[in-house]
Structures are given as C-alpha cells and as structure tokens.
C-alpha cells in the first residue's frame, strides 16, 4: 500500500486474527486522563498520522475510523488519506459514538481490547461487550516507542505548604470515611506536592500517581534520583516532608499494600489501575476529587503572583504588538512565523519564564477562521496591512499561567471584519463586566457573553471560557463557561478565560480573550454577588470598532479597562511604546454620537 | 390540647404505634403526582392545616415536621402555630430533605409507611429503610374525605384527533421496541383523548388513568356515564374510537392483564401501582413519558387559538385596567378582592371561558412582595391613588390557557418602586426580545433576563417561566426558564411565561408577565435560530419607567409591543377605551435624551 499508517493498522489486524479480537480502541491519551499526553502516548498519531488534540480510534478487521470533534473534521480528512480510515463525527446529535458504534455492530459479543493505561475507568465501563485490557498494547508493534519521560522535578512556592495540603487530604479521608485517596491527574499531584517538571509540552507536570492515607503518603514517580541533581534535591525535601518515593511502574503492587477504602475519581483512573484495585477486593468511594476544586480556587499569594505575572506579560505583549505595527509600516516581509517566534523571544525574557502554556496561534485572514490553525513553520503566509490578524499566546511562569488573544486590525477591515471585530468586543465585554449571584455555575452566564452574537445571528462553536491553573495546566477544571450543563459554581479565587469568537471560513477570524478572576462583590437583601476582575492587561485595539454596534455601556468599560492597562504597564514599556500605547488607548465612547443602538 | 390538627396527629400516632411504624409520610399529592391536587388529597392540609402549594408532612412518634420552599415559610409558621409540627426548610443547602432526616434519624433500619397512591415510584425509591406502602392511609381517620370527583366529561378540539394521537404513541411503543404504554399524568392524558372536565381546581382534567397497547386504548376513569349526559355521549365518541372506558378503581387489575413490556414514566407513576407491576412480574421501560414534549408543543390549530384567545384576553384586561383607574379616580372605595371580582366579571364573558387558570392574586403595595400572596377573602387591603398595584391572573377556555401579571402604578410612585419597576421590565423585555440558537436549554437564558437585576445586585427567588397549556394546566412540563439546569430545549410551538420580578419585604412587589410562544427565526452559517413572540396582548404602563434604566433598545421593544396592542386591541373595545389606551401607549423612547446608560 505505501502508506506507513496504513501497514501499521494492517500489522495491527494481525495481531487481532492470530487473539481471535474483534475490535481494538486506541485512544489520544495516557494513563492519567490528560488533556496533552507526552510523546510515548501519542499512539493515535503514531498508528494513524492524525495529530488533533482530541481523537480515538477504532479498528476492527473491516473497518478502520477515528473519532473526533467539528474542531479537526477537516485536518482530519486531510491526514487520513490513503490510511483507510473513516472519519466519524463526534459530538455531532445523531452519530453514534464508540459505544453505540460497537453495539450496533457486535451486540455485547463483541471481543473489545484497549491499552487499559490509556482509557479511564469510566470510559471502560461504558463500552459494551466483553472488554479486555492489554496495558501498552501498541507497545508490541510500535519499535521505536519514546519512553516515560523524566524531567528534572523542582519544587514551587504556591502560599500553601505541601504539609498544609497533605492535611487537607487527610481531612478530606476523615470527612469521607476512607483510609487513603489516590490522585491519578496530573495536574492535581503537581498541586498537591508543589513539584513541577517538564514531562509533558507546554504543561509543567511531573508523571507519576499519588497516594495519601491517614499517616503518609506514597509517590510513584520515574526519576533517575540519583542522575539528576535538581531532582535528586526536591526528592530529598519531599521525603522529609513524610512522602515515599517509589518507582513509577510500583503503581502495579498498589492495590496489595492498601488496607482499608480508597478514595479515587474515574474519571482520571485508567482502567488496567481499577481492575487491578477491584481484583484484590480493595473497597473504592468513587468520586470526584475533591483536589480539582482546591487547585482551581487561587489563594490570595497565588492571586497576587498572577496579578503581577499578567503585568509583565502584558507588557511584552505591548512590546510585541508595537513590533508588528512598525514592521508593517517599515515594509520588511513578515509572515506568521515570524511573529510568533518574535513574541517568543520577548517573553522568554521575562523572570521565572518557562516556556510557553500551549502552542501560540498566529493567524493571518483565513487561517485565523479555524480555532485550532497551527501556524505553519516554513512558507507561513505572509502578512499585509490590511485586515485582521488574530494571535492566541499564553507563557508558563513560576508565578502563573497567562493565555491571551488579541485580534489585531492591520489596516483597512471590510465592513464585516469591522462588524464581526466590534461584535466579539462586546459580548467579551458583557462577560467580562458580569455581576452574577453566588453559587451560579459557568453555564448559567455564558448566553451573557453570546447574546450580543446570538442577536445579530452569529455565533462560535468553542467554549467561551475554561479554568486556568497557577503555573499548571492552561485548561483545568473543575468549572467552565459554555454550553454543557456543568453544575461546578463560580468561586472567587478561580481563574477563567473569556473568549467569544467568530469564525468564517476562508475569510477572516475575530476571538477577544482575557483571563479574568472571579471576586466577590458584597451582599445585599437579595443575596452575596460575585463578578470578575481581568487578570490580562493588554489594549484592545479600537481602530475596527463600530461604535453604534458596541454599545455606550460596552464603550465606557473598554476606555476604563485601556486606561487601566496604559497606567498600569506604561512605566514598565520604553518612551517610544509608551507613546504609542497612550495613543492606542484613547477612548472610544466619545467618538460617535451616543443615540445609536447600545 | 384543642388543636385539631394535633389531634388528628396524635390519632396517626396510636395507629403507628399499634402497628410498629416509625415514620409515616404524607405527601401533598394525589394518585398522579399533579401539582395540584383535588380536596380529596389535600391530606397535607388535613392533617395539619397547611394550605401552600408545595408541602410534604414526615410524622414519627416524638416528631412532626412540614418540608416546604422558601415561597411558604412565613404562612408554614403562621398556619403550624399550636399544631405541634415543626417547619424544615426545603431545597436550602445544607438542610436535610426528608429522605437525609430519615436516614440520619433510623438509618437504613427505619419502618416507613407512605401512601403509596401519593407518592411516585421515583420519590418512594428514594427513601431509606423498609418502605411499606399502605393506600389510603388517612382514610382510616379521615371520616369525612371527599370522593374521587366526577365532574361531566366533554371532548374539544385541538387540530388533531384522538385517532392521530393514538397512532402516534403506537409508533412510540414500535420505535422503543414496547408492546403498552401507562399514562399516568393528568394533563397527557387529557392531551391525548381530547376531553377535559373540572376534576380539579383551575385544571380541566379528568381523574384517570390511560394504557395505550398496540391494538386498543383503556381508559379506567371515575365517572358515572349513565347518570350524566354529556359524559355519556362523550364516553360513547370514545368507544367509537376503539377505547375502552373501564372504572378507575380496576387500575389495580392492571398488572394482571398486561401481556408484553410497559413503558412507564416513574416520575408520575405511584408506587402502589408501581409495586404492584413488579409484583406481578410485568417488564418495564421505564423512561420520560413522550406525550410530554408532544403536549408542550403547540400544533398550528393550537398556535392560532392561543393567539386569538389571548387578544380577547387582553381586551379584558384592558377593560379590567380602565375600570381600576377610574374606580380610584372616582375615590370610591375599592379594595384588591373588589378589584379581583371585578375582573373575573369581565374575563366571564368571553366565549369559551371555563373559569380562571389559578387564583388571581391582587394584592397592593406590601401584599405584592409575597410571590404567592392570597387575597383575602373579606377586609382586603385598600387601593389607595399611590404606589403599586400587582394583578397576576389568567383564564381557563375552550381555546387555550392564559396567563398574565401586570404591575399597575396608582399613583405617584417612590424612587426605589419606579427603579424596580424599571429594572423588572427590562429584565422582561431582554428575555422577550432574545435571539437563541436551535437546541437551547431554557436554563441557558434565563440568565438574559436577570442581567438587568444582578448589574445592580436585584434578583428573584422564583423562575422565570413556566410552560403553558393548550386548555391544560398553567404550569405544564418538560421545558421552564430557570436556575435548575433542565436540559430539555425550547422548541418551537412550545409557550412558556417570561415573569421576572422583585419582592421588598414589607414595601413592594414588581412582577410584569406575558406569555411567550417560540418561533423559527431562520437559519444560516451558524446554525438555526429562534426566537419568541408575545401571545399576552395588553399594554405596560409607562409611568413609573426610568428611561435611562430601561434602555434605548428595550424602550423601542416597549413603543413597538404598545402599539401593536393598541392596533389590535382597539377595534374591540369602547371608544372612551379605546381612547386611554391610545394615551397609555404614547412611545417613551423618544421622552429623554438617550445619552444616559442604555
């Protein structure tokens, strides 16, 4: 056939014929449920050439067809040529998923295998048919397979001691009834421990599992201690603070040295872990972990230190933003590439960088229409000085997180790049100046952000806003703002992307973010209020801005915010950029008359 | 003791203790889980004089409490006074509901009694320890309970015959692979044999319970067919379209006769019925009734009828508004019951009128700040030429169900009323005039329409709407507009209330009402999209309006609707009506400058 992937799956199919199964699952993910899994995890792509962040795939003998979301139905064309596999639309009313797919096709008689490592507990128990797990099962084809990866571990200051949280676990045990609790997600170990690594790209977590039982608490982590010195020297700091470190392929012997219940969340267990913990008899509470909900509610040291790390962020991306507008004039050739690598390099000389939070968007016309465009690395389109450039960047610091876009006039727009601009403006604005009761989940404000769109019949397929860590994770749970009915309220001290979009293919792309951080805003006789405050400070342009389109109100809290971003980061920016920035941020709410719509 | 509810309390008790029960149940509910129950069922009320809508009573040997929401704990502690039972606030954090106080009380030991026909398979499976049913339960000490009433039986016309509707529940029963289906709630019922009779207050149902088969109906209902003449020949119409009409009692053959698998809805089947088909063997699909949506959405004959039925209902109202201005005016005494009266009066002489859809609340000034206010019966409070006076009413015809609050300022009204009055009508109108794509839940938007309150911290503790009828209940299923995350979608057909408000304890109430039906609003490259029209047809005073709260695009909503119901309702009323109504309507957009915040 020629096409690598295509003798992959064959390859694949024989092993099946010679097991006598019938189907195998080969999911986009590790064994600790994460959103980005490191290279050796990659099997989707290793066994199918599709490099989307979200997909699964299904093989029986004749049939090959991978799952996943409207974000990657086109790239996902594109890549499958000539593999023989079938795209199947995912999330899409009327298309079966995996389980129904299989039971359609083989009843619940169906020989169903997957690398039980890399499905959860809970997806498992969803498939029907006679589920068998075989851990690393790409393992046997797949020669040249990466390893675990172990990057150096280092310990963080988070205003909240490791001991302080280990106490909180045991707490949490005490409430609950149970002897110990296992963390599986990632996210939720560095959290727990203040360790960070660089296991995973763009995302500073340290592969390994994590239990605390009522006395101590066990690390199953791959590290060479002794080969490297950093690591050697948190490990040293963590085992005097009372935790065991052990190799991470001793999660196997696990589910032997437990005595009493345990405490873990499905949702992030892998499903060879859970068989091999229900095999020995080992009582479990399912349940969500209660660590999802601590780490994303921010203490006030981690506020503070995100405060700060937005003003420097901002202010590179004011250097940045200043570069692009004089490149442009200068006339010099500058294509996507060479913007993002220019902001690259201004944010890498910020203190306490490391590395950026997801890889940067930088998408000029066209490219900008898909919210996933991956900026190619030669021959990237070039930009001109007309229309709309949208870049979405976000660096991973000691002291936080950043993620923000900005969608930047480069000249002249059409009267529908100026509408779509102004439009997007305003229903980030209408989310950013929410005031909201507590206990309201993200869900319940997430029309605010869209019913400036909705009203003019457009609208986003993504998300309008998601958790964000604390020099964690750039998506975290467990709250969100979008169309899914998650019931997790609003609490002050978490962090939330607000992120409306329009997309039209082939033309332009608008999406406004800003992180903003949800804050109490008092009680009254009719109840305690919340609202947020914006971590992000960075100008919005105003040269595209339809003022009737915008609204008085919307008008008056853009100046207020651009005067608050020009104050803020003006001592931090050169005379030049701080010239610049004042006259970038001049208010808008004057310009037009004010009778219009609002 | 005195009191005769203790009493009858301490009576419950000898009998438990005679036969060894610890906790005994009574629900406010009837056989069909209706929200409203006949005054054979009102046993809540009974037993210990509770009259609120929502009330569920738990009885052990040295405790006695009433689980009721928030909209009764003022009338809960006025009306328990001296009964001995103690108010527990339902649906408030952290608050046991009844089956957490039974767990904690007898853990899973308990022996608790239900009446088994009062509570449905869903709530009783909910319940910890040996649950024993026992039907009737009070019938025992309750010597003179009302019967099952009777009331006569008549069919009606709905742009679709029984014969279709039949059909289609028969292709229900092929598609979910199930031989009957058991209809137990009152309004589907009703829905699909066309008839309705006045079993229960404000509700045109007949007391009954349907089984659909694949080859014939049974209609076991509570009525006397030889004895009353139009429940006579509207029985023989349904033998003749192949129902059988068998005595509601014979339900409890039920089980018996059933060959095949049942589908049945647990959230309105009793547990004694309940019960009784596992007894017997019979298999279950146990699933959300589908007569639900069918109900909820409004063919285009009902469509047509809700809006003619509505213009006469507004020009009653219109009368109704015109006879309370002139009434104070003329400074003769009126009072909310004459006011209440009075427009009974008017909305009696409209064809087809079938009495009131629920009691109408007229309450003035510190009246209107209870939701739920009860105007009594005689010493009603006056209505004086000042403040606010709150009407929420609706009627009962042949032709459909309306539904109605209008807040009526008498007079010079105080700052804080006018912005309330203000806020609650943007609120209304921002909902009113929404823009949504296909598929959304009505949690979804609610939030559209308390934006307007939470930016200046008001709220409400109720919903912002409910589903309508098509001459059914006033509050009718599967769709609402509210906090709780009901996934069911609006769709269009389906009439739902917008009725956002705000209550000061002691001082005032806004309210302002329409009905709303959803409609096609187009669809393009985003997607498809909906939207309402108002069905009420009556104008909102525009005195007490702050211009600059309400909103240049809301103002423009308001002169709009105004006008229209000045042009349609004119041609119906007296001149002098007509006359005010053309004042009352005069645009306000125009009235100040539109600088202010919009």
């Known amino acids: 056939m020629g096409n690598i992937h295509a003798e992959r799956i064959d390859a694949l199919r024989r092993m099946m014929l010679s ?9 986009g993910s590790d064994p600790h449920s994460s959103e980005y899994p490191a290279a050796r995890w990659k099997q989707v792509e290793w066994l199918s050439g599709f490099t989307g962040e979200a997909g699964d795939l299904l093989i029986t003998l004749d049939h090959a067809g991978l799952w996943t979301d409207s974000r990657y139905f086109i790239q996902a064309v594109e890549q499958l040529d000539g593999t023989g596999i079938e795209l199947h639309k995912a999330r899409i009313p009327g298309e079966p998923d995996i389980p129904q797919w299989l039971e359609r096709q ?7 295998v997957v690398d039980g490592l890399c499905i959860s507990a809970q997806a498992a128990e969803a498939l029907p048919g006679n589920v068998i797990s075989m851990p690393d099962l790409l393992g046997y084809l797949w020669q040249d397979r990466p390893p675990v990866p172990k990057t150096p571990v280092y310990t963080v200051e988070t205003g909240m ?14 409430d609950e009834g149970c002897d110990a609790i296992l963390l599986t997600a990632l996210d939720q170990i560095a959290w727990l421990l203040n360790v960070r690594a660089s296991d995973i790209e763009f995302n500073p977590f340290v592969i390994s599992y994590l239990l605390v039982d009522r006395h101590g608490a066990r690390w199953y982590v791959e590290k060479d201690g002794e080969q490297d010195e950093q690591t050697c020297a948190t490990f040293s700091i963590l085992e005097a603070d009372g935790i065991d470190i052990l190799p991470y392929s001793d999660i196997t012997y696990l589910a032997g040295e437990i005595s009493g219940r345990l405490c873990t969340d499905p949702s992030t267990l892998n499903y060879t872990l859970y068989s091999n913990l229900l095999s020995m008899g080992v009582p479990l509470k399912k349940m969500k972990s209660p660590v999802d909900m601590w780490k994303a509610v921010k203490n006030p040291f981690e506020q503070e230190c995100m405060r700060k790390i937005h003003i420097e962020d901002g202010a590179a991306m004011e250097r940045f933003l200043f570069w692009l507008e004089k490149s442009l004039e200068s006339g010099k050739r500058t294509d996507e590439r060479d913007a993002s690598e220019e902001l690259d390099r201004i944010r890498s000389g910020i203190g306490g960088y490391k590395g950026n939070s997801f890889e ?5 016309g066209p490219g900008a229409a898909l919210p996933h465009y991956k900026t190619p690395s030669e021959n990237a389109p070039e930009l001109h000085p007309r229309g709309l450039y949208l870049c979405d960047s976000g660096g991973q610091y000691l002291s936080g997180t950043t ?16 509408e779509d601009y102004t439009l997007v403006l305003r229903s980030h604005i209408d989310l950013a100046r929410a005031v ?8 319940r404000i997430d029309a605010l952000a869209r019913e400036a769109l909705w009203r003019s019949k457009r609208d986003f397929g993504h998300g309008t806003g998601h958790g964000v860590g604390f020099f964690l994770g750039v998506h975290e749970g467990p709250q969100d703002i979008r169309q899914n009915l998650n019931a997790t309220p609003l609490v002050p001290g978490m962090v939330c992307s607000d992120e409306p979009g329009i997309y039209r293919e082939g033309k332009h792309g608008v999406r406004h973010e800003n992180l903003l951080i949800c804050v109490e805003a008092g009680s009254n006789e009719f109840g305690s209020w919340l ?10 342009d105003t040269s595209a801005i339809i003022p009737e389109l915008l609204g008085y109100e919307q008008a008056l809290w853009l100046d207020a915010y651009n005067e608050k971003v020009y104050r803020t980061l003006s001592p931090l920016l050169p005379q030049e950029i701080s010239e610049w920035l004042r006259e970038k941020t001049r208010p808008v709410a004057g310009r037009k008359d004010r009778q219009g719509q609002s």
């Open 19 to 27: 097991k006598d199964w019938d189907a195998v699952i080969v999911t």
């Open 106 to 112: 083989f009843g619940s008689e169906g020989m169903v």
């Open 161 to 174: 001691t490791r001991a302080d949280k280990i106490a909180s676990a045991r707490r949490f045990l005490e």
């Open 360 to 364: 940067t968007i930088s998408a000029y």
């Open 403 to 418: 993620d923000i876009t900005r969608t930047v006039p480069l000249g002249p727009c059409s009267r529908l790049e100026m």
């Open 436 to 443: 909201f009761p507590k206990g309201t989940p993200g869900c």
């Open 531 to 540: 609202e947020f405050e914006p971590l992000t400070m960075c100008h919005f």
